[in-house]
């Protein structure tokens, strides 16, 4: 059976041929290896590590890049990439942004030749795995108020600090961590898988992507020779320009979702009956409801669109990928809300995938800038006026 799609506006027009078989590629292989098997996966809190060959033989990883045999996608092809991926789950996608836009882009960026050519193969085959330290217990939102320290010895680095919330954080081969030197200056290290002082703790009791491991670094007198160093690095623009390429693939990705409870919604309120013989589709709230979902994810599917174009030519602005990554986030979870209400009592059990999607979304509303970051950035933006500290 083909894969639902929702596409009011033709977009499907807007796609070259090649974009589109690579949405197909995905979309068929999410259909067949991940909807069969991911609801089990979320409640054992299980993120599916025996996948990540398959989704390396796709070349999901690192896939706008060129170099090092890369396929060299457009925006756009990645951006459908990620769209199917959080259309099975928002945990598969996030797993390949982290690997691809935290990892592989800022080595690609800043790294060194030696760093490219260790790990670059490596993490595009799947061979091994990254992560992206920025956030610590008490910076989310700030991360410039980071209190992680990078003190130079001789010819290494010391480390010591906690990240927390690190998406494949106990999972990863490497780290890369972000901290700040003696004068202040936030700089990125490679830190490998067992490096004395480098430890890793799950995150428990997670409610929201149950697929996908989240944990806490701690760097006790962790010692980073200087050559792990990501060279071409200084500030805090550097991760924050890796947000910048995360969020762009979520604003694709958080569509997939709304895609997923809108279809789920549809299919649902078509047989489920009440009152009679009708069913409750043909109800005029449950209609309001659905065109809601319809009309917001065609939007959507406009703006990521422009949006992919825009940075396949250079033009893309941060402010236009935080209003995208803004805006989806915010579709997809009203849509999971209302395909939540569509389902009765059956959308809160695992027979359905509503449920797993809302939860799902609250950490990607919450990752990579929170809704009310993206609102900040785009208010200063209109107005000029930084609005992000208090008024004194
Ligand atoms: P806080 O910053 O404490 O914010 C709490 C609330 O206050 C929010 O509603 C926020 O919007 C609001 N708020 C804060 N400041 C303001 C303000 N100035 N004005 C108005 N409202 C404000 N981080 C990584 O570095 N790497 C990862 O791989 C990673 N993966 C993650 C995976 C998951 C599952 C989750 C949940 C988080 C992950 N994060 C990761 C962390 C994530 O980026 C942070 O949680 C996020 O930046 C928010 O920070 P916080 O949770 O500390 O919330």
Redesign the pocket.
């Known amino acids: 059976m083909a894969t639902q799609t929702l596409d009011l506006y033709l977009v499907e027009e807007l796609y070259t041929e090649e974009e589109r078989m690579v949405r197909d590629a995905v979309r068929e292989w999410v259909d067949e290896r991940i909807l069969p098997h991911i609801e089990e996966w979320a409640w054992e809190g299980r993120f599916p590590r025996e996948l990540i060959p398959e989704m390396a033989a796709m070349n999901l990883f690192g896939a706008t890049f060129s170099e090092y045999g890369l396929p060299g996608l457009s925006n756009v092809a990645y951006g459908l990439v990620m769209q199917e991926l959080e259309r099975g789950d928002s945990g598969l996608r996030?797993f390949v942004s982290?690997q691809s836009a935290?990892v592989m882009y800022p080595i690609m960026t800043w790294g060194s030749k030696e760093q490219k050519d260790k790990w670059i193969p490596r993490l595009a085959k799947g061979e091994a795995i990254g992560?992206?330290?920025?956030?610590e217990p008490d910076?989310?939102?700030?991360p410039g108020g980071m209190r992680t320290r990078a003190r130079r010895v001789g010819n290494d680095w010391v480390l010591n600090g906690e990240?927390?919330?690190?998406?494949?954080g106990s999972i990863a081969d490497v780290a890369v961590v972000w901290a700040k030197d003696d004068e202040g200056v936030i700089r990125g290290f490679l830190v490998e898988k067992g490096t004395p002082g480098f430890e890793t703790f799950e995150h428990k009791g997670?409610y929201?992507?149950r697929a996908?491991v989240?944990s806490q670094l701690a760097f006790t007198d962790c010692k980073v020779p200087e050559a792990n160093r990501l060279p071409g690095a200084a500030g805090l623009k550097c991760p924050l320009s890796c947000l910048t390429q995360a969020r762009y693939g979520i604003a694709w990705g958080a569509l997939g979702s709304a895609l997923a409870t809108f279809h789920a919604a549809l299919d649902y309120a078509k047989t489920r009956k009440q009152f009679g013989d009708a069913p409750i589709a043909s109800h005029q709230i449950i209609q309001e409801r659905l065109v809601w979902m319809a009309n917001e994810i065609t939007k959507g599917q406009l703006m990521v669109w422009r949006l992919g174009r825009l940075k396949d030519e250079g033009r893309a602005t941060f402010v236009q990928v935080s209003q995208a990554k803004r805006n989806s986030c915010w579709v997809a979870r009203e849509c999971a809300k209302l395909a939540r209400e569509i389902h009765g009592a059956n959308g809160v059990v695992n027979e359905y995938p509503v449920m797993r999607h809302l939860m799902n979304i609250e950490?990607v509303y919450?990752?990579?800038?929170?809704?009310?970051?993206h609102t900040?950035i785009l208010g200063e933006f209109l107005t000029g006026i930084p609005?992000?500290?208090p008024p004194r």
Do not use: P, Q, R
Request: glycine share 8%.
């Open positions: 996030s982290v935290l992560c992206f330290g920025l956030t910076f989310g939102s700030n990240k927390a919330w690190i998406t494949n997670k929201s992507l996908s989240t950490s919450t990752y990579e800038g929170t809704h009310d970051m900040l609005a992000f500290m």
